[in-house]
């Protein structure tokens, strides 16, 4: 009896087996650095008397989300607008960010160098300002960015906080 048992003992190893390996392969596909940011998706901004911040994001591809944003004032005076491409390439997610009059026109990368559920960290050492950007989520509704570097031979910082429109 014993033995007509071990083959139903080996068959339900293997289908077991088989099992838990189909469920790593869904992860790692699953698992992208590009997936931390989903929460960037929409459009986001903040209105004061200085004028109006707008950030959009949308999903290009899984492997791509296009950022861009802009400062207005007076309704209608465009004083400073970005563009912002997220790539998830080679096990790195690199923020490239394009800013017009900046850097001859070319686009700076900042690596991702730390993240969580609501916070993500991009670095660029050898960028002047900045050289460090933070995104914090603050809810579903609201996030914060936050700017480091150094501008004019000093440690400046800039917060941008942001509500989902």
Aim: glycine share 6%; with cysteine; aromatic share 10%.
């Amino acid at each position: 009896m014993k033995v007509k048992n071990i083959p139903l003992v080996i068959l339900g190893l293997i289908v077991l087996t088989s099992c838990k390996k189909e469920n790593k392969t869904e992860d790692a596909v699953t698992d992208k650095n590009i997936d931390k940011a989903a929460w960037f998706i929409g459009e986001w901004g903040n209105k004061s008397k200085e004028g109006e911040l707008t950030e959009r994001w949308k999903k290009v591809n899984d492997s791509v989300y296009f950022g861009e944003s802009y400062f207005v004032v007076n309704e209608k005076d465009t004083v400073f607008g970005e563009h912002v491409n997220l790539e998830d390439k080679n096990g790195k997610l690199s923020f490239i960010v394009t800013v017009p009059g900046q850097n001859d026109e070319l686009p700076v990368t900042f690596e991702m160098t730390s993240s969580s559920e609501n916070q993500i960290i991009f670095e660029n050492p050898k960028h002047d300002y900045p050289n460090k950007i933070i995104y914090n989520k603050v809810g579903n509704d609201s996030l914060v960015a936050e700017i480091f570097g150094t501008k004019k031979g000093k440690m400046a910082s800039e917060k941008f906080l942001m509500a989902k429109r």
